[in-house]
């Protein structure tokens, strides 16, 4: 599996976290970014096949970044992070674009599913 993968959390465990899931199951192009801002210029530069994005991230928020990646790639597959209690930003997430969201704790089976089901 070559599909390229943007990891963007400001805390690094849980970019570690969902790092071990993807590799452990065959997704090995994994990119990391440690907030928005570094996202949409990563996202930019790479073109990942699926960007994995924190809601609340300082420098910009992931409802920012979405909005940037999508609005400068309508193609984009965003999968939102969310902690339990951020119904309202997981929903405008989905309204500006994002495909999906898993909420933490994460659940490796959940990840899985959801990537797979984005990129297979």
Do not use: H, W
């Not at 390229?4 to 993807?22: E, P, S, W, Y």
């Not at 910009?60 to 309202?88: F, H, N, P, W, Y």
Request: proline fraction near 2%; glycine fraction near 4%; aromatic fraction near 4%.
């Amino acid at each position: 599996m070559d599909k390229k993968i943007l990891l963007v959390d400001d805390a690094a465990f849980m970019r570690m976290l969902i790092r071990d899931t993807l590799t452990k199951n065959g997704y090995t192009n994994i990119l990391e970014a440690a907030d928005g801002e570094i996202a949409c210029n990563t996202y930019f530069a790479e073109k990942p096949d699926l960007v994995i994005m924190d809601i609340t991230m300082p420098n910009k928020t992931g409802i920012e970044a979405l909005r940037d990646i999508k609005a400068m790639d309508s193609s984009a597959k965003v999968v939102m992070c969310s902690a339990m209690g951020q119904e309202a930003m997981v929903v405008e997430a989905i309204k500006l674009g994002a495909l999906d969201f898993i909420v933490k704790p994460f659940k490796a089976d959940r990840i899985l599913q959801t990537v797979k089901k984005i990129l297979d």
